[in-house]
């Protein structure tokens, strides 16, 4: 069983900074590539940014310049930085991370999601 936990959201307004943080957690060989992701009511999930183990980085245009992503892989854990937060950027964000359990089994783990709102 692998679960990931996240933390770190809240609200804050326009302008404001906020650091989320996902930690993976059970019976792991590995974890390859580490996501955040976000849904606002009425959209779809999107993808926010996603590193791999060796640190390559790809975000979406809309928060490019603004959000970082990065990882402790001796903490399993992943973090996304979120500077210069819009209105637009409220959603609930959730972690996802592709994981080689110790069973060796190939695992999609999804966290429970986080609420982030940027008043205006």
């Known amino acids: 069983q692998v679960q990931l936990v996240e933390s770190g959201g809240g609200l804050v307004q326009a302008g404001g900074s906020l650091r989320l943080s996902c930690a993976a957690s059970?019976?792991?060989?590995?974890?390859?590539?580490m996501g955040w992701y976000r849904q606002a009511p009425g959209e779809q999930r999107e993808l926010v940014a996603s590193i791999t183990s060796g640190r390559s980085t790809n975000y979406a245009d809309s928060v490019k310049g603004r959000f970082t992503i990065s990882r402790d892989n001796a903490k399993n854990t992943v973090y996304l930085q979120m500077n210069s937060l819009k209105p637009e950027d409220t959603a609930v964000y959730y972690c996802?991370?592709?994981?080689?359990?110790?069973?060796?089994?190939?695992?999609?783990?999804w966290g429970q999601g986080t609420l982030v709102t940027v008043s205006s």
């Open positions: 059970g019976s792991i060989f590995s974890i390859n590539t």
């Open positions: 996802d991370a592709h994981v080689v359990a110790g069973t060796g089994r190939y695992l999609e783990v």
